[in-house]
């Protein structure tokens, strides 16, 4: 069991739960373990000594080999976990494994999963190719089911995965109704929160049984590490850390490192996207060659109701739909940009912009909107620098249609 270093009641006089930017500030390190050094240090190792033959038989150290983990991994752990109200966290080395991991741990050969048609792409490959071998049934599921999952569980289904939003379309899930649908079909609901993070959504809370992230966006936030964490129930943590263990993922300190340096400053951070991404948002909406702006915390989308009744706050990241334009007015936007970059991950300082494709990872509800999408993360740059850049590219493409 890894303990979770912080302020006891005595030190913050009070029994109160601690707020979420304490909790960020002083859960997972325990400067009197680390000679009065504030932040725990990187722990870089594969052995572990045990004194005496008792020690090793009896396998009761807090630490018995490196992959199992460390004092540095630990302490981003003990703060995931306390933010996401779960019984343990482990950190993976991605968020692709995160996924892979929370999936083995609920399923078998034979056993059937009901996947979000607006999963995160590489999770659907995963499904589609590792899970299929392995002889295990994949389906997709329309994200805004909600109670209608009860209709597609099968006596095999074994595991529910959500997304939401989904990060290119952003369709909110109705967890409370997927939790109970999938509860009342045996399965079990996985929900990746990686957008809203702990701070703005908490899936346990509405039922789910694992939380993935890919901590590699809003936990890392400088866009130099990767990683990922599943929280997980009391009752789902056996199956997520026996398979943890089997595969062999690991986190290395120096990461985990990062990690809990990104942490630290992660209410800030969403603040400030929240923000941005949602001032930027507003004033996309008015911009004549926007037809139309796919962010759940705005009035016009179709799930805003979910956004209010179940989040806190927004994420930093969006789509646009512009008007239908040739391959060419999508150049002229992109290529030519100052400030915003294209890159396939997000969560960092720097904003981005990425073309979005959407065929084959939709099957059942095909996207069947005209015109091209565009995934936006605002970063923190001047906000009117940003739409300078973007009201510049529009024109562009509007000139090279």
Known sequence: MSREPMMNDEQSGSTQRPSVETILTHYGRNPEDQFGFVNTPVYRGSTVLFKTLADIEAQEQRFLYGRAGNPTTESVEAVVTELEGAYRTRLLPSGLSAITVALLSCLKGGDDVLVTDSAYEPGRKFADGFLARMGISVRYYDPRIGAGLAELMRPSTRAVLAESPGSLTFELQDIPALADAAHAGGARLIVDNSWASPLFLQPIKLGADLVVHAGTKMFVGH???????????????????????????????????????????????????????????????????????????????????????????????????????????????????????????????????????????????????????????????????????????MARYAEAR
């Not at 263990?245 to 209410?267: I, Q």
């Not at 016009?300 to 209010?308: E, G, I, R, T, Y």
């Open 223 to 393: 866009s130099d590490a990767f990683a990922g964490t599943i929280s997980a129930t009391e009752e789902a943590w056996p199956d997520v850390e026996a398979n943890r263990a089997a595969l062999g993922f690991f986190t290395s300190g120096d990461d985990a490192f990062l990690v809990a340096r990104g942490l630290r400053t992660l209410a800030i951070r969403m603040k400030e996207h929240n923000e941005r991404s949602v001032a930027m948002a507003q004033w996309l909406e008015q911009q004549p060659e926007v037809t139309k702006v796919l962010h759940p915390a705005l009035p016009s989308h179709p799930d805003h109701w979910l956004f209010k009744r179940d989040f806190t706050g927004s994420g930093s990241l969006f789509s646009i739909l512009l008007a239908p334009a040739p391959r060419a007015s999508v150049a002229a936007f992109l290529d030519q940009m100052r400030i915003f970059t294209m890159g396939y991950s997000w969560g960092g300082y720097e904003s981005l912009c990425l073309p979005v494709k959407l065929g084959k990872n939709r099957t059942a509800r095909p996207w069947t909107e005209e015109g091209n999408l565009f995934r936006l993360h605002i970063g923190f740059e001047g906000m009117e620098d940003l739409k300078a850049d973007l009201a510049d590219a």
